[in-house]
C-alpha cells in the first residue's frame, strides 16, 4: 500500500494543509486515513485534508512525499480524480 502527501502549503480556516490520495483505490486511501486518526469530514472528494501537525505522523505511517502537481497526475492516472463541479 502507498499513500502520497503533498507539503502542508494550502491554507484555510487558519491552518496550512496537506492532501492525502491514493493511485490505487479509495478503499486504499480510506483505511490509511483511519489508521493514521482522521475524521471522516476530512475527505474531499478524492483526497483527505491533512493538517501540517499531523504531516509527520503520516509519513511515519508510510505516506510518501511528493509535490501537489504529482498527487493531481497520480490521481488522473489512476482514474480516481474527481474535480470539482464548474458550472458552464
Do not use: N, Q
Amino acid at each position: 500500500m502507498t499513500l502520497y502527501i503533498d507539503p502542508p502549503t494550502w491554507p484555510g480556516h487558519g491552518r496550512l494543509w496537506s492532501h492525502l490520495v491514493s493511485d490505487v483505490s479509495y478503499a486504499e486511501l480510506h483505511a490509511f486515513a483511519a489508521a493514521l486518526g482522521a475524521p471522516p469530514r476530512a475527505f474531499e472528494r478524492d483526497h483527505y485534508d491533512i493538517p501540517a501537525e499531523r504531516y509527520a505522523d503520516a509519513v511515519a505511517l508510510g505516506a510518501v512525499e511528493t509535490g501537489s502537481k504529482d498527487i493531481v497526475r497520480r490521481l488522473t492516472r489512476a482514474g480516481l480524480r474527481r474535480r470539482k463541479y464548474v458550472r458552464p
